[in-house]
């Protein structure tokens, strides 16, 4: 994988959710793609799809009632949805490896930590039981947990929520995936372990030259931590650039909404700026333009209301579904 | 009030259950079941004068074989093995509702009680129905029922019939106090109950309105359940001659064929044994179908 | 609505002292073996209609103080005065009118609400356990507060389930405001929502706290929401209070290392990618183990010397006497 090189491209995805009380379009021609060894940020709030979006990638959508509906995902030169079963579970937890929100609950509570680790690494590399375990022992301290002869051997609900996490984190990166999936894997800890796990694997990815796909809500993070950005808003891609641009100067509104009205330490205003309205339900998307009900331009405009804008490329890696995005309407170039 | 209505949870879960073909033609059986009672206590109030020999009157010779006359066959006494079967399900449907109502109404409260307020109090009922649970349910019902038979309550006897209801209600609330001991544990904890405590609600309220009502979808789902195993501990009480001595039961039935089978009749106890079988089944399948649809967890969110 | 109070300082809650410890048992005969110091020594006032920030982490103690207050938990010892009268004293009657005049708003939006209760129901409870009141003066009373924090009338009927995370959470504050009180405790109330409804949600907060002059004890572990919303801000660590100043105060000039490591934590926007510095090393300590002395020394740069043997009080600062400190270094 050369430097800089293009690790995964996703292409048009779209994931459905098949319910009795209708198709739950959770995830819409989404496209964007990952470079080896940078950091990718899928950023937006709750019910945007952007959890789903990391599952897909993963093949690990429950199949009733979701489904892949569309879309091809290239890792590595391969179709990820055209593979056998078999195929992905070779490369999940191998080349691409995922951490969740809650460690809690993504450990299993009834085996050690040392079992739960050696298994990930013997379900993929061939090594004796003796070297997987002094593996797993090397990964504990890689992650940095303390005296980790003596952790191997407890039980997760013995950690506190930190060490679960590094725990996990332990896990993932023990057979050296190229990707590393984060599904807000800082969302339940406390704000100073939060920083320590971001810098865990700031390292690692360093270390390993991996490159992360980052989910989270937390624009902060994304400032601070990711090198490019994709902001979700109900389903579609809303805005993509890398970080610096974007938060320079956000093309979409909603973006620009949200930069706003994040309370920011040094804000001395009487009060917050905001986004009017609520995040649409999946099931009663609005027609055209998914946010014009709270933008302060679509709302009242024809176009926004009724044509839905695709993403478009318009200047030096930037793509934006906006009508009213500068360079969008010369832009016919549709961003892969 | 022109404010649209909601849709509550139960609606949700309802709307969900009728969803299920196999859940509603289940209910249906049920459905039929009961009405087959209500018509015959119908019927039986009507004739009052002549109540009970409905089924006691002779259609046939004895034993005779499944046929046109008799579509069930005739037992030893040539009484209609058909109207045995339907008496037998008004026994059998009775005292399972009997006991439900009792083992409930004294179940749920004791549970909640030892849930909420935990303490002395829990490791008192606690220690009570570990302590009936421990003795086995056969021993147990036969106890209660020999030493409830010839008493009196209020100046009435009691019959055969009320004293099994009065078992099995008595020892069947051990289940259903459990869970919702469990549950009224785990929902003591949810925040909604911390803010009813914080705006002065006393534990009377916070019980009656906030907690019961969400642990009552599983009072519903055990009833069906349990509505099942009241049915088969009537069946083996009378089975075992303590029930109503002179009135058909399907245990009676099936205790008759213990000596029937010896000597090729074989209708009464198929008739009994598939009669008890549908109705299990159908309760057991619904109350499946009924736990999935209202366990709000399960909700396709 | 609430201008007057009984206290001459114009203070509406003050607590001194406050301890709430949990004890350990252990043994078939479950002796208790130790504490869990939850709340260790806690002293602060509220001042009438103003906002008081408690900022710390996971196991800091705050919610558990939010709710000792309240008598949700009881309390080991101290003294809590709340409009004059003996909080922790009172008895049942006198702690029901209590309930009637503080009131809570809770982190969780889906927890917080019954699910089957309709909302009409749920708001308007309070009001049913205090005062017999007719139903059409309780509806009446019930849209009229929906509408005030921005809800429809029409939704009385409906079912929590039916509400997104920020219109439930504006269904709780209504719940907290229909008993007119005077002190409303805020616990995390914004933690559990999406970004741009926190916006809302707080810019809601500061208005009824205007139109209604309440008085708010404000809690939450981040540190820019509690500079929006706070005139006064108190950091605990470990069931303690380590530093508190007025707003502009703590974060222009912070002192306590555990302050400026929290400060320097949060990720920020304005500046794309910035070094760290004084990222705090370690977890925080377990509360059946707690370190000796400060309880911050095993993470502390400056650790040394008395920091190690004994806990530092909470005193002013040298010419600042509405800045609080408890720290051996400054």
Redesign the interface.
Known sequence: MSDNGTLLSVENLSTHFF???GVVRAVQDVSFSVKSGRTFALVG??GCGKSVTALSLMRLVPYP?GKIVSGKITFEGRNLLGLSERRMRAIRGNRIAMIFQEPMTSLNPVFTVGNQIVEAIRLHQHKSRSRAWDLAEQMLHEVRIPDPAHRISEYPHQM????RQRVMIAMAVSCKPALLICDEPTTAL???????I??LLAELQKQNQMSILLIT?????V???ADDVAVMYASKIAELAD??SL?LQPLHPYTQ???K???????TG???????G??P?PLHFPSGCKFHPRCPIGCNDKRCQTIEPELRRVKDGRAVACWYAPGYERSDDIKV | MKAPKGVSLWRDGMRRLFHRRLAVVCLGIIVIYFLLVAFIYVVELFNWRIGPTLWAEPTGPSYQPPGSENIFGTDIFGLSVLRKTLYGAKISITVALFASIISIAIGVPLGAIAGYFRGIVDDVIVWLYSTLSSIPYILLILAFAVVLRDKTIAGQKLTGITSVYLAIGLTGWVGICRLIRGEVIKHKEHEYVLAAKSYGCTNKRIIFRHLLPNVFHIVIIVFSLRFVSFIHAEIILSFLGLGEADRPSWGAMINDARIELARGVWWQMVAATVAVFFISLALNIFGDALRDSLDPKLKVQ | MNTDTADKNGCLLKVEDLKTYFPIRKGLLRRSVGYIKAVDGVSFKIENAATFGLVGESGCGKTTLARSILRLIPATSGRITFDGADLLAADPSQLRRFRSEISMIFQDPFGSLNPRMTIGDIVGEPLKVHRRISTAELTERVCQILSKVGLSPDSVNRYPHEFSGGQRQRIGIARALILQPKLIICDEPVSALDVSIQSQILNLLKDLQQEFSLTYLFIAHNLAVVQFSCDNVAVMYMGRIVEQAPVAELYNNTLHPYTAALMAAIPKIQTSKQTRKHTPTGEVPSLLNPPLGCPFNPRCTFAAGPCFTDIPPLKPVLGKPEHLLACWHR
């Open positions: 319910t009795q009380q709030e709750s009632p506190s929520g930190g060490m406390d704000v100073t372990i939060q920083a320590q971001l810098d809500h937390d624009l902060g993070i400032a601070e931590r970080c610096r938060f909404g949200l930069l009205s994040v309370p920011q330490l040094g804000f009487k009060r917050l700026n905001t986004i009017s609520i995040v339900e």
